[in-house]
């Protein structure tokens, strides 16, 4: 999730902790606990550009590390809080702020390693994306009636509601994925994978992707409130082969990467349709049903042991904004 909404549910769950007297120190407390666990995008090197993509939302979100994660923000908040509150009411709010991290980094497409060190799986539940304003808001407002009526019940319908609304993207993730693999059996195909996730800013509007061995399907779907679902149909790409793309020979530096951010990529790695240096993460673009990624490599196959570079491409014109638009509010 962005860091401010990270920061705004820590702060929520930490205040649903207090009391009268120290509900407002709480939401301090929990917010920079939340916001402690992104910590781990420092973990960056420049002869590596991938090492962030193998770092972020690994232990520093993992369950087993919540502990650890709200005792190091403990010590960091004690020189600012020991005059207002005791060590152990502290760690308390930390604790509070610091497990909210991971859970609801899992919530989103991206891939949480949740389970560390007993498992790499990388944990996506793609039920509300990375931004979503009605999501912050009900978190904003729950945390100023809290604030200024110094009750934490209002906290703790917060994060009720805040529960509810992760609940009602789950049960559009469903509707969405059932709306794709219908797709799929109506095109007479038999995809072996098929995925959805949730567009910026909503859980109205989702990608879908249907992996049919090296081949792609992307269109986008909106399900409505009550559940009504509209296809917009998208287009095919094919999908990169680390084994086989531009010949590569498996002893080059390129090739190594390549497969690096294949893994990263959950396999779904295809060339930009502008750019055929440029090899991206087909999960993510700027249109639902568009093919070119948001963020990838740059290498070049005449040059296997030259280093790669990470870029993100974010282009979005006027055209793309309105189709996106029209697609969001169900339009033609």
């Not at 600012?80 to 152990?88: A, N, P, S, V």
Request: charged share 20%; with cysteine.
């Amino acid at each position: 999730m962005d860091i401010v909404t990270q920061g705004l549910l820590g702060a929520v769950a930490a205040q649903s902790g207090g009391d009268r007297r120290d509900v407002r120190i709480a939401a301090f407390g929990g917010a920079a606990a939340a916001m402690l666990a992104d910590a781990d995008v420092l973990i960056r090197s420049d002869t590596d550009p991938l090492l962030v993509l193998e770092y972020h939302r690994h232990f520093s979100h993992a369950l087993a590390f919540i502990p650890i994660g709200a005792l190091i923000a403990s010590v960091l908040l004690w020189p600012l809080l020991r005059g207002r509150l005791t060590w152990r009411r502290i760690y308390w709010f930390a604790l509070l702020g610091y497990a909210t991290a991971g859970v609801l980094d899992a919530c989103t497409s991206y891939g949480t390693r949740l389970l560390w060190p007993f498992s790499d799986a990388s944990i996506s539940w793609s039920i509300v994306a990375v931004v979503d304003p009605l999501f912050s808001a009900i978190l904003i407002a729950s945390l100023i009636i809290a604030w200024r009526t110094r009750n934490r019940h209002w906290a703790r319908l917060g994060v009720v509601m805040a529960i509810a609304y992760l609940g009602f993207g789950a049960i559009q993730h469903q509707r969405a994925l059932g709306a794709a693999e219908i797709l799929a059996s109506q095109r007479g195909q038999a995809p072996e994978r098929v995925l959805v996730k949730p567009t910026m800013g909503n859980v109205l509007l989702w990608r879908a992707l249907a992996i049919s061995g090296t081949t792609a399907h992307i269109d986008a779907v909106r399900v409505s409130v009550s559940g009504d679902t509209r296809v917009y149909a998208g287009t095919t790409a094919q999908l990169v082969v680390p084994e086989t793309w531009a010949d590569l020979p498996h002893d080059s530096h390129a090739y190594r990467e390549l497969q690096r951010f294949h893994g990263y990529s959950d396999h779904l790695l295809v060339v930009h349709p502008h750019d055929p240096n440029y090899i991206g993460d087909l999960r993510y673009a700027m249109l639902p049903t568009g093919i070119a990624p948001l963020w990838g490599i740059e290498l070049d196959p005449s040059r296997p042991d030259e280093p790669i570079r990470f870029a993100t491409r974010r282009e979005l014109t006027p055209a793309m904004r309105s189709r996106f638009v029209d697609m969001l509010l169900g339009r033609d």
